[in-house]
C-alpha cells in the first residue's frame, strides 16, 4: 500500500486531514507502508491483504468499531481486500473500545423518597423566594405612598410661595406708589416754601418791604430790622434744617439793607 492509497482509506473512513497526514507519516516510519506513490487505484486492483490487516489500520487511526465493522465489509466487497483474516481480530477490535457503565436500577421507593426531598426543598425555596418578593413589594409600595406625601407636601409650599410671592410683590407696589406721592407733594411742598421765602426775602429797594417781610411794623427802627434778619438767617441755615435758596434771598436782603443803613 503506498501514501495515495493509505490517504484514500483513511479518507472513506472519517478521519480528519490532519490527524490522516500525521498516521500517515507514522505508518511509513513503521513500515506499514512499503513506498510512495501517486497512482490511483484501479477498481479490481487490492491494496490490502486481508481484513486483519485493515482492522490493524483503522484501530490504530482510532477508528471506531462500529464504523470500523462497516468500512471493512465495504472495502472487501469494491475489492480492496485481497481476503478474510480471522474473525478474533474483529472481537479483538470491539473489546478495545471504551464501554458505558452499566446502569444501575435503584428501588423504586428510595427513588420516591428522593424526589419527594427534592420537591420539599424546591418548595420551600419558591416559598422563600415568595415570601421575599411579597416584602419587596411591600417596601416598595411603602416608599412609593411616602414619596407621594413628599410630593403633595412640596407642591403645597409651592403654591403658597407663589402666594406669599404675590402679596410681597403687590405691597412693593403699593409702597412705590406711595413713596412717589411722597416725593411729588415733598416736592410741592419744598417749592411752595421757597416761593413763600422769596416772595418775603427776595431783594428789595424799599426799607418798608424788609420791615414787612420781616413781619415788623411800619415804625421798626434800623436795629429791630437787623435782629429780624439774624433771626431769620438762622432758621432759613441749612444747618438748621433751612433751605440753601431761602437762606441765599435772606442773606441778599440783610446784605443790601446793611448797605443801605451804612449809606445813610
Known amino acids: 500500500m503506498n501514501t495515495d492509497q493509505a490517504f484514500e482509506l483513511l479518507k472513506s473512513a472519517g478521519v480528519p486531514d490532519e490527524l490522516s497526514i500525521q498516521t500517515v507519516r507514522r505508518w511509513m516510519r513503521e513500515r506499514k507502508i512499503r513506498f510512495e506513490g501517486k497512482a490511483r487505484l484501479s477498481k479490481t486492483e487490492y491494496i490490502l491483504e486481508d481484513t486483519d490487516e485493515a482492522f490493524d489500520l483503522l484501530k490504530d487511526a482510532g477508528v471506531a468499531a462500529n464504523i470500523g465493522i462497516q468500512l471493512v465489509k465495504r472495502w472487501y466487497n469494491e475489492g480492496k481486500i485481497h481476503r478474510l483474516g480471522n474473525v478474533d481480530q474483529i472481537k479483538e477490535y470491539i473489546s478495545t473500545q471504551p464501554k458505558l457503565p452499566p446502569f444501575e436500577d435503584k428501588p423504586s421507593d428510595m427513588t420516591i423518597r428522593e424526589l419527594k426531598v427534592k420537591l420539599k426543598a424546591q418548595d420551600e425555596q419558591i416559598k422563600g423566594i415568595q415570601e421575599l418578593h411579597q416584602t419587596s413589594l411591600k417596601a416598595m409600595i411603602q416608599q412609593r405612598d411616602k414619596l407621594n406625601k413628599e410630593i403633595a407636601s412640596l407642591k403645597h409650599e409651592k403654591s403658597e410661595l407663589q402666594l406669599e410671592t404675590r402679596n410681597v410683590l403687590k405691597e412693593n407696589i403699593d409702597l412705590r406708589k406711595e413713596l412717589l406721592r411722597l416725593k411729588e407733594e415733598l ?56 433751605s440753601a435758596k431761602a437762606f441765599h434771598y435772606v442773606k441778599t436782603d440783610y446784605d443790601q439793607f446793611k448797605s443801605r443803613i451804612k449809606g445813610n
Request: overall charge positive; glycine content about 14%.
Open 187 to 242: 416736592s410741592k411742598q419744598g417749592k411752595g416754601e421757597d416761593e413763600k421765602v422769596q416772595s418775603q426775602s427776595g431783594p428789595s429797594s424799599n426799607p418798608q418791604d424788609y420791615r414787612r417781610k420781616l413781619g415788623l411794623s411800619k415804625t421798626a427802627g434800623p436795629k429791630e430790622v437787623l435782629a429780624g434778619f439774624k433771626k431769620l438767617l438762622i432758621e432759613t441755615h441749612p444747618d438748621h434744617g433751612g
